[in-house]
């Protein structure tokens, strides 16, 4: 497991940008896939991006494809959701995830054993 520290989140406006970090800690991430959820009041939480840190792929939800960006700093050990053209219906906690071990289902949050404590995004109209 990894220790994992959210921050970024904070009121935007529609339309608006904000980037989200999250700081990882405790192991070297040379194996983990680290990943993005986020959950509104009364949904699911749900994906919104992964990236593995060998090799930085990325992988995205279809619908943030082209307005969120997930990118590493290796020499901080933390990875960025870059937000663009902010919506209100992205408002939600944003969640850091990370795991070793994850194959082919980095969607699925339950594949994820390392958690951050989550950070509010609101995007108001």
């Known amino acids: 497991q990894v220790q994992l520290v959210e921050s970024g989140g904070g009121l935007v406006q529609a339309g608006g940008s904000l980037r989200l970090s999250c700081a990882a800690s405790g192991r070297t991430l040379s194996t983990y896939v680290l990943a993005w959820f986020r959950q509104a009041p009364g949904k699911e939480r749900e994906f919104v991006a992964a990236?593995?840190?060998?090799?930085?792929?990325?992988y995205y939800a279809d619908s943030m494809k082209g307005r969120f960006t997930i990118f590493r700093d290796n020499a901080k050990n933390t990875v960025y959701l870059q937000m663009n053209s902010l919506r209100p219906e992205d408002t939600a906690v944003y969640y850091c995830a990370a795991d070793a071990r994850i194959r082919t289902r980095l969607t699925m949050q339950r594949e994820y054993d390392s958690w951050g404590q989550g950070t509010q995004v609101t995007v108001s109209s």
């Open positions: 990236l593995r840190w060998s090799g930085s792929m990325t």
